[in-house]
């Protein structure tokens, strides 16, 4: 497609339940970043793919959380056991990185909710 | 510990006021500023900064950035309702990490 695409658009889960959002990147796109916001709250960076390099985890927020990104494009992000203090919408966003024009291009969001 | 730090966190004003946003950064490795406005859900790109004193235009909507003082300005003039919206401002690092602030709620009266 023409742009970051996101599934599902919306998830409603029960607290204790896992979780596993969808984003699909822009084709050739090599970094990929989920980030998290809370309502009315700024974005917060949780995980960063670039190309075939290990990711950097640094903003994950707790060991619940966990990503994988498969054969340099789709990436799945993990919550297992989820907390109420987990809903949130969750972004992700795709550039050419690299060295390159570092404009990131985001998805829609899935907005999750954790009851 | 990187820091973005956006004031003021929200702004009302009337249709046709200038507003002025403000981000100041402390960052290592960095490589320029990206300015994005989200309305909805995901946020759409506005500016990205890379040498300091070079104003970007785009329309009503400017920005600047000063590398010396680790600091940038969105300016707004002539503002419509339809720019409502939150204002986030991003450091991009060597690395390719992007770190946003926590952005400035603005909201235009008609």
């Known amino acids: 497609g023409a742009g970051v695409s996101q599934s599902p658009s919306n998830k409603v889960t029960e607290k204790g339940k896992d979780v596993e959002l969808r984003c699909d990147p822009i084709?050739?796109?090599?970094?990929l970043y989920w980030y998290r916001q809370s309502l009315g709250q700024g974005l917060e960076f949780l995980i960063y793919?670039?190309?075939?390099?290990?990711?950097?985890k640094s903003g994950l927020p707790s060991d619940r959380f966990s990503a994988e990104r498969t054969g340099g494009s789709v990436s799945t992000l993990t919550i297992q056991r989820t907390q109420q203090e987990d809903s949130a919408v969750y972004l992700c966003?795709?550039?050419f990185g690299g060295g390159g024009a570092g404009t990131q291009y985001f998805g829609p969001g899935t907005r999750l909710t954790v009851l | 510990e990187d820091k973005v730090v956006q004031s003021p966190l929200s702004l009302v004003v009337h249709e046709g006021d200038t507003v002025t946003l403000n981000c100041s950064y402390e960052?290592?490795?960095?490589?320029?500023l990206l300015w994005y406005k989200q309305e909805k859900k995901a946020p759409t790109f506005l500016f990205m900064l890379?040498?300091?004193?070079i104003e970007k235009k785009s329309g009503r909507l400017s920005s600047i950035l000063d590398k010396k003082e680790l600091f940038s300005i969105l300016n707004i003039t002539a503002t419509q309702t339809g720019d409502s919206a939150v204002y986030l401002c991003?450091?991009?690092?060597?690395?390719?990490?992007?770190?946003f602030g926590k952005g400035t709620r603005l909201h235009i009266l008609p």
């Open positions: 991003a450091p991009y690092q060597r690395d390719d990490k992007i770190i």
């Open positions: 966003a795709s550039s």
């Open positions: 793919f670039q190309g075939n390099s290990a990711p950097d």
């Open positions: 960052v290592t490795n960095f490589r320029s």
């Open positions: 084709s050739g796109h090599t970094a």
């Open positions: 890379t040498s300091s004193g």
